[in-house]
Structure formats: C-alpha cells, structure tokens
C-alpha cells in the first residue's frame, strides 16, 4: 500500500525523536523536495536548482510491521536536514567550535553503534501522515561535478497515523539556496587529478534485519543492524584520454604516490571527496602578545576581508611619548614607524589594533593577530577503500573510466564525514 499521490504536491517535514521511537507531535525540519511536476518548494522558483529526477518522497508500508519512507532532496550545511541525515545513517556526531569562530561549527559523523529515530510527515493537498520511529537503512550522495549534491536516504518506521499536525511550512531561505554546493574538489590518493573526476556516489547501508527483528520478537526492526553487514561502497569517473593515470596506480608505476618501485601497487587506497560553498563567518582573532612581557594592552577589532589564516605581527618599535608600532603581514616588510593613539588603528585588510595607553609599553614586544574565514563545507573521506573494477568507456569522444569500490571493513575508521556550517546544535 502506498500512502504518496505521485501526482499531488508533497510538502516533508521531520523531527528527531526525544525518546526513541516516541512519535514527536511538531515538526523541527521542513525538507526542501519537488513535487510531480518538477516544481521545487521554495519561496521563488529557481531553475538552476533543479534536478533531472523529481525529488518527491514516497511513504509506503510494503508489509503491516514495516513501513518505510523514501526521501530524496539536495545537500545544503545549514537547513535541509542534510547534517541530520548523515548523522541519521552514521550515528556519531562530534560537534566542535574552530579556532577562531563564533557562529561556525564543525560536525565530525564517525559511525557508532546507536541509530537515532525520526517522526516523518507527508502532506499533501488532502491527506497528511506521519511515520514514527524512523531509522536510517541507507544514504546515498550523489555529486555530479558542477552540480547540486543529491541525497537519497530510507528511512524503516514503527508505525504510521492519520495527522493534522504539520503546520506552516518554512523553507530554507533564497539566500540559503545560493550555498547549494558543487563538486570543487575531488581528490584519489593515487594521483588523479581532481578536474578530471566527475560523478562522485557514496553508499553507506545499514542492512537493518526488518524480518529478523519481527520473528525474534523485536518491536523496532532498528534492533537487528549486524555490524558485519553494514556496507559502503560508492563509484566515481575518470576522464582519462590515454589511461595513463588509471593504469599508474593498477599497474603499480612509481608515479603513484605510495609506490616505490614497480608493481607495488597500494593494496588500500583512499578516496576523498569535498563540496565547498559560500562563506559563513569571517573574524579577527585576539592580539595575543607572543613577545616580552611588559605592557600587555592590546586588543583587536574590525571586519577581517583578507585570507583566512593571514597573520600580522605589531611590534612596538620605539617608546616615547607616544610609543610607536610597526606591523607586518604573513612576514612581509615592516610598516612605517605608527604613533599609538589609544584607539583603533587600521592594519590592513579590515584588522584593527587598539592600546589603551599610549606609553608605557617596551620596544620589542609584540603581539599577534590571526584573520579567520569559515566556508561551508562537506568532506566525505574513506581512508582504505579496495577497487572492486575499472570500466572503460568513451562519451562525447572521450575516454572515461568508471571506477567502483567499497571500503575496507577492517579498517580502523572507514569513514569520516566532516560537515562545516552554522547548526549550534550536536546531531
């Protein structure tokens, strides 16, 4: 029985439920999706954000213990439950203040061996659903290169009601939509270079056990997840005019990077890839006095418009009435001899320096002043993956080699996702 109209405007809501398997009755996340009509449910319609596939969900209940919900949406870092989902499949999450960040923060999804559990609404024109209970089976990341992230996820529920609580709908913002990332960076540990991987997936698969959980007595299928049986595995291309590249590591040439002499081909390489997208904060850190120890009354200001991790270094120079500073940046020459005011005082690119005397101080100390600049970013990196094939294949005159491989189930930490955005809140 399925409980979707294909044919009628979906609107997808969720919540992390506070008790396991507890429905939750409001929800927390409104899900940016399509409907049938390619349609996509934002304040303004915007063709560049559009997939090639209807990005609808399907609320389904294939047998009476198992319902399930199917999810398909883009990969945004704030909004868009997208940091959620990768927690949901995953289940660790060590979230972490940068150096040098006030709004930024920095989600590390290792996976753990408890899943969380979600309450799904499904609302349509006339009828409106919930499923409760919801754990994540699998995740799949689909990164074409210059294209919108795709996320495909399913999600095993408890049960499904009849609802009348999914309430006004607030999508993420125009401006959020303006941080859809694209594949800037992909990078194979053996040598291939970046601008020639397109088509990035990655597939992480719980293989929850929904009939085990049932015949055993289980009243969640979430109950039965074998760890052995949990999977990733993903593919990417590579436009390879003569093979060179792909050949190198097969063939274990001494161009790869962790061969050393011929045929030593790597038995585990890695594979990483990153989407980066808009800038979320940019500070100046504190003037920290890292010379001598006399005065110590600086403090820095302003609005940083330089490269993140820029360094300048103010020294006071001379003593006098006033004293007298100069600055350097990334240890470039000194600046011209500047009189201390006692207020802010421009460095460059926005930094400020401000002491509250104007004497006092003794030459030679100095202190220094770091400009910060958070982007959003995700990073996907499976340190030991093993090639299971290579596929050659020609498109629009050119080579293409199709790789595909899963990650080794040996290794330590096979796979760290890294997720930079402005969710104050652990997963």
């Known amino acids: 029985m399925t409980l979707s109209n294909s044919k009628a405007l979906h609107e997808v809501a969720v919540c992390l439920e506070t008790t396991a398997f507890t429905a939750e009755t409001t929800p927390g996340t409104y899900i940016l999706v399509e409907d049938g009509s390619g349609k996509i449910l934002t304040p303004r319609g915007v063709d560049k954000y559009k997939s090639s596939k209807y990005n609808r969900p399907t609320l389904s209940v294939a047998k009476a213990y198992l319902p399930e919900v199917e999810i398909k949406t883009w990969g945004f870092y704030t909004g868009n439950f997208t940091g959620e989902l990768f927690n949901a499949v995953l289940g660790s ?104 991987i397109t088509d990035v997936t990655f597939d992480i698969k719980n293989g929850i056990k929904a009939d085990e959980g049932v015949t055993q007595g289980y009243y969640h299928p979430r109950n039965i997840i074998v760890g052995k049986d949990r999977e990733i595995s993903g593919s990417f291309d590579v436009w390879d005019e003569t093979g060179e590249m792909l050949l190198a590591y097969w063939d274990g040439d001494t161009s790869s990077p962790t061969a050393t002499t011929p045929n030593e081909r790597p038995s585990y390489p890695s594979i990483q890839c990153t989407w980066t997208g808009a800038e ?15 005065l110590d009354d600086a403090s820095s200001g302003g609005t940083f418009t330089g490269t993140d991790g820029d360094t300048y270094v103010v020294t006071i120079s001379s003593t006098g009435t006033p004293d007298n500073f100069t600055w350097t940046k990334n240890g470039g020459n000194a600046s011209n001899p500047v009189a201390i005011t006692g207020t802010a005082q421009t460095l460059s690119d926005g930094v400020t320096i401000t002491f509250s005397a104007t004497t006092g101080h003794t030459a030679g100390d100095a202190w220094t002043i770091i400009g910060y600049k958070f982007n959003y970013y995700l990073d996907i990196n499976c340190p030991s993956i093993y090639i299971d094939s290579i596929t050659p294949s020609e498109s629009d005159n050119r080579r293409k080699n199709t790789v595909n491989w899963h990650a080794v189930k040996t290794s330590g930490t096979p796979i760290t996702v890294t997720l930079q955005n402005t969710d104050s809140t652990q997963y």
């Not at 095993?156 to 609580?165: A, C, K, L, Q, R």
């Not at 940019?282 to 120890?293: C, F, K, L, M």
């Open 280 to 294: 979320i904060e940019a500070t100046v850190g504190d003037a920290s006095q890292t010379t001598g120890t006399g």
């Open 93 to 196: 999450d060590a979230m972490t203040t940068p150096t040098g960040a006030s709004t930024a923060r920095l989600h590390t999804m290792t996976l753990g061996d408890n899943l969380d559990s979600y309450t799904f609404w499904d609302k349509t024109a006339v009828t409106e659903q919930a499923m409760s209970g919801g754990t994540c089976d699998s995740l799949n990341v689909s990164g074409p290169q210059d294209s919108p992230m795709s996320l495909t996820a399913k999600f095993f529920g408890t049960e499904v009601n009849t609802v009348s609580t999914f309430g006004t709908a607030s999508y993420i913002s125009e401006t959020a939509l303006a941080n859809v990332i694209a594949a800037s960076h992909n990078s194979i540990t053996f040598g291939v270079e970046s601008a020639n």
